[in-house]
């Protein structure tokens, strides 16, 4: 199904079911796995350890994977791993280990699915963030749902009639160029990542506006009433008093140029307030 490798990327509660049911059901549509990397809490001496030791054993003898290496990374903060996710700091450790897993396979040139059932809430919420800033189109980002008598029994393989399914999450990406392809793939934190993609959107929304109010979109005559529109937040009569027209005039002026905004940025349609919104970084800036 896939050219190219894939990773599973999964967060680990207590319940190894989690890991061994994503990467039967990948395995099972046809994605070419070759690596799974679970992130987790604790570490072999505390809580983590009979999850940890029964994901080594499977790996180490199921015959379906075989082919796959197994990667246990244990969430790092002041170099020692955290016990649980407490506090911001160890929230903030989180969301780093989900990111960098995710980069390393999207730098190494594989497909990623990020598993996000396993452990604490808040590897849901910055797996859905690490997502948005690295995802391509071929990315995938998952949910295990799992009942009935196989989540009862605990069992790692889903069989025949069992409760058990992968439900794709749909992921809002930031930008529409690959993070491999801009320098977002020399960023190993992801707050920075953040930091960097804010930069980018607003260029790209500043470049949109500047190219609709210079180019040829607008007449002079149209620029001028849009412009006293967005900066002072004037209603035509007042426009008009400013530009010596008629109000009638102006209203023209502002409709021809909510109709070719909504041309220019590909939208059914474009109000009045929605043209100060896009123009508004612009004029501020100007």
């Given amino acids: 199904m896939q050219r190219r490798h894939n990773s599973l990327i999964a967060t680990l509660g207590t319940k190894p079911q989690v890991v061994t049911t994503a990467a039967d059901l990948l395995l099972a549509d046809g994605y070419a796995l070759s690596e799974v990397v679970v992130l987790h809490t604790g570490s ?5 350890a009979p ?24 969430v790092p903060h002041l170099d020692k791993p955290i016990p649980d996710i407490q506090s911001p700091a160890e929230a903030e450790a989180a969301f780093r280990a989900i990111y960098r ?16 059932v396993g452990g604490r809430k808040v590897f849901a919420v910055y797996g859905m963030a690490a997502a948005q800033l690295l995802f391509d189109d071929d990315d995938c980002l998952w949910y295990v749902l799992a009942g009935g008598k196989f989540l009862a029994e605990e069992r790692l393989h889903p069989e025949a009639g069992d409760e058990a399914k992968l439900v794709r999450v749909p992921v809002l990406r930031w930008g529409t160029i690959s993070p491999v392809l801009t320098d977002l793939s020399e960023i190993d934190d992801p707050f920075a990542a953040a930091e960097r993609q804010q930069e980018m959107q607003v260029r790209a929304a500043l470049d949109e506006a500047r190219s609709f109010v210079l180019g040829v979109m607008l007449t002079g005559a149209e620029q001028k009433a849009v412009e006293l529109l967005v900066r002072e937040g004037l209603g035509n009569a007042e426009i008009a008093e400013r530009l010596t027209l008629s109000p009638r005039t102006v209203e023209h002026q502002i409709g021809e140029a909510c109709a070719k905004a909504s041309i220019h940025w590909d939208m059914p349609a474009v109000s009045r307030t929605q043209l100060v919104a896009l123009l508004n970084l612009y004029y501020n800036l100007k």
């Fill in 101 to 116: 897993a995710v980069l390393s396979a999207k730098r190494a040139e594989r497909t990623a699915h990020l598993s996000i």
């Fill in 44 to 48: 072999d001496a505390g809580p983590m």
């Fill in 51 to 74: 999850a940890l030791a029964r994901l080594r054993a499977e790996f180490a003898a199921y015959p379906a994977y075989r082919s796959l290496s197994l990667s246990l990374q244990p």
